[in-house]
C-alpha cells in the first residue's frame, strides 16, 4: 500500500515505565496496516525495546489478515466518555449516615489501597500477564499515593460508611479545559446504592469551580456496569481506543518477516 511506504516506523520510549518496570517500554500511534507495525516491530527490535504498546484509535480499519495476525497481542479496548459541565448541577444523593469526604493530603491510606485494586481489576496492566500481579499492584499503589499526595490529583473524595469503612472513592484530576477521573470504585459490600453516581455528582462541581467545560473518563469495553453509570450522569462515548502489547522476545521471526 502506498501509505504503507510511505510512513517511517517510529516510537517513542516511556521513560516512566522503562524505570517502573525494569524494561525498555516504547509506545507507537503507527497507522493501523501490516507492513508499518511489522516496520516499527522490526526497528524496536533493533533498538532493544522490550515491550511496545500499540494504540489503535476509532476511525482506524483492519484488515482481516492483520486483525487475525495481532489479535493475540491484544489487551483491552477502551472506551473514553465525557460530558459539558454547564447549566444545574445535581447534588450527590447519599444513603442515611453516608458522608462525602476529601481526603487529607498525604500518602493513601491502606483502606483506600486495597479499594484502589478493585478499580484496576480490568486494567491492561492487571490483564497483562506478563506484568505479574505484585507489578499491578505497585504501580496502583503509586497512583493511589501520588493522587492522595495530589501530584497526579485536584482532589480525591471519599464516601464513608457509617462504620468509616471507605465505601466508595474517586480521584479527578482537572486541567485548563478538561478534567479527567481517574480512578472510581465502590466497594463490594455497599454496592446498588447509588454511590458510584453519587462519586461523579461530587466531582461537577470541582470541575465547575477550576473552570473546565468538560468530565471525561476512560473505562473498558467489557465494564458494562461502568458504561451505564457514565451513561446515567449524562456522558457520551467520544472514542475508542484498542491497545496491543507487542513482548518483542515473544514475537516470531516470521511476523517480521515482509
Same mark, same amino acid.
Given at each position: 500500500? &502506498?501509505?504503507?511506504?510511505?510512513?517511517?516506523?517510529?516510537?517513542? =520510549?516511556?521513560?516512566?515505565?522503562s524505570e517502573f518496570f525494569g524494561l525498555q517500554v516504547a509506545r507507537t500511534r503507527l497507522p493501523a496496516s501490516q507492513e508499518s507495525i511489522r516496520r516499527c516491530l522490526c526497528k524496536a527490535r533493533g533498538e532493544k525495546v522490550d515491550l511496545l504498546y500499540w494504540a489503535v484509535t476509532n476511525g482506524?480499519?483492519?484488515g482481516h489478515q492483520l486483525r487475525s495476525r495481532i489479535e493475540p497481542y491484544k489487551i483491552v479496548q477502551q472506551l473514553k466518555y465525557c460530558? $459539558?459541565? =454547564?447549566?444545574?448541577?445535581?447534588?450527590?444523593?447519599?444513603?442515611?449516615?453516608?458522608?462525602?469526604?476529601?481526603?487529607? &493530603?498525604?500518602?493513601a491510606p491502606e483502606p483506600l489501597v486495597k479499594l484502589g485494586m478493585l478499580a484496576g481489576h480490568e486494567? $491492561?496492566?492487571?490483564?497483562?500477564?506478563?506484568?505479574g500481579d505484585d507489578a499491578f499492584a505497585r504501580m496502583y499503589r503509586v497512583w493511589l499515593d501520588r493522587s492522595c499526595l495530589r501530584e497526579m490529583a485536584t482532589d480525591v473524595l471519599t464516601i464513608v460508611a457509617?462504620?468509616?469503612? &471507605?465505601?466508595?472513592?474517586v480521584t479527578v484530576n482537572v486541567g485548563?479545559?478538561?478534567a479527567d477521573i481517574g480512578l472510581?470504585?465502590?466497594?463490594?459490600?455497599?454496592? =446498588?446504592?447509588?454511590?458510584?453516581? /453519587?462519586?461523579? $455528582? /461530587?466531582?461537577?462541581?470541582i470541575v465547575r469551580r477550576a473552570?473546565?467545560?468538560?468530565?471525561?473518563?476512560?473505562?473498558?469495553?467489557?465494564n458494562t456496569p461502568a458504561m451505564s453509570l457514565y451513561q446515567r450522569h449524562g456522558m457520551a462515548l467520544v472514542n475508542q481506543t484498542t491497545w496491543y502489547h507487542f513482548w518483542l522476545d515473544q514475537i516470531p521471526l516470521s511476523f517480521l518477516d515482509a
Open positions: 500500500m &502506498i501509505g504503507d511506504t510511505l510512513t517511517e516506523p517510529s516510537f517513542e =520510549r516511556l521513560q516512566w515505565d482506524e480499519t483492519l460530558k $459539558r459541565i =454547564r447549566g444545574i448541577i445535581e447534588p450527590p444523593k447519599l444513603p442515611n449516615e453516608y458522608t462525602l469526604k476529601s481526603v487529607a &493530603i498525604g500518602p486494567s $491492561r496492566f492487571k490483564l497483562d500477564q506478563r506484568f457509617p462504620t468509616d469503612e &471507605i465505601a466508595a472513592f485548563a479545559d478538561v472510581i470504585a465502590v466497594s463490594e459490600n455497599h454496592q =446498588r446504592k447509588g454511590l458510584g453516581l /453519587a462519586c461523579l $455528582r /461530587a466531582v461537577d462541581p473552570g473546565a467545560g468538560s468530565l471525561c473518563v476512560v473505562t473498558q469495553a467489557t
